[in-house]
């Protein structure tokens, strides 16, 4: 069984190993770039799974006006292809509604533009990021109803 909610405290370490492990460590960034000047004015969630109790997913919802960002989405190799992304962004949508925003903007590797299409993002253009990174991203945009 799985939980998604925010993290507490104690939580923070093991939240940030994981976002460097899966959104840092695979373009050869140190640790410590998993965190950032925004984490203050976040909106933080992690998945969590009950039966080990670690944390097996994160992202967090950036909030700019009426609308917002949402950035370092991971699910540990293991537990992809199971539903926990999706489960995880719905929380996200669910947030940026209770906060009565119109959108959500989120920059998207490539290779999982599908996922984010079949929860209903539209792609707006895509975008070379070079060193360290070196692969292509695409700007997406969902509208919140």
Known sequence: MIT???PLESEL?????????LNRKPFGLAPGTEVDDKEAESHRVIVVDEN??????SARLLVAKNDCEIDF??????????????????????????????????????????????LGYVPLEEHFCGPPYNITEVAMEFRLA
């Open 4 to 6: 998604i909610r925010e």
């Open 13 to 21: 370490v093991e939240m940030y190993q994981l976002r460097w492990k």
């Open 52 to 57: 080990t109790t670690s944390i097996i997913g």
């Open 73 to 118: 989405v991971g699910v540990d190799e293991s537990y992809q292809k199971q539903g926990i992304g999706r489960k995880l962004m719905e929380v996200l949508h669910n947030k940026a509604r209770d906060l009565k925003l119109k959108k959500i903007n989120l920059s998207a590797r490539k290779s999982a533009e599908g996922f984010y299409k079949s």
